[in-house]
């Protein structure tokens, strides 16, 4: 049985080498990297990290939703120095 086997994938090099930096300054390289995740991958039985979104990205997305539903309940914006000034205003009111 072989030590090793080699895989060839294709990626898109400013992928590549941002990811290489990121795993160097954990001091591996990318096929360590790949290795764990493979690794890891085995030892749960699945992918080892979830895809599910969390509830806070949930909630936010049924904020966008209720306001996409009902517009006139919420203010709407042309730019945003004229947002910043009514927070400004509403975090002064509650002070």
């Not at 294709?10 to 995740?37: C, H, Q, W």
Request: aromatic residues 8%; glycine residues 4%.
């Amino acid at each position: 049985m072989a030590k090793t086997a080699t895989m060839t994938i294709r990626l898109d090099p400013k992928v590549k080498n941002a990811a290489e930096d990121i795993y160097a300054s954990y001091g591996m390289s990318l096929t360590e990297a790949i290795n764990v995740f493979l690794f890891k991958s085995l030892y749960v039985k699945g992918l080892p990290f979830d895809l599910r979104p969390s509830d806070e990205t949930i909630e936010a997305l049924n904020e966008v939703k209720e306001m996409k539903r009902h517009p006139e309940r919420y203010t709407g914006y042309s730019n945003v120095h004229q947002m910043i000034k009514d927070v400004l205003a509403e975090e002064d009111e509650q002070a």
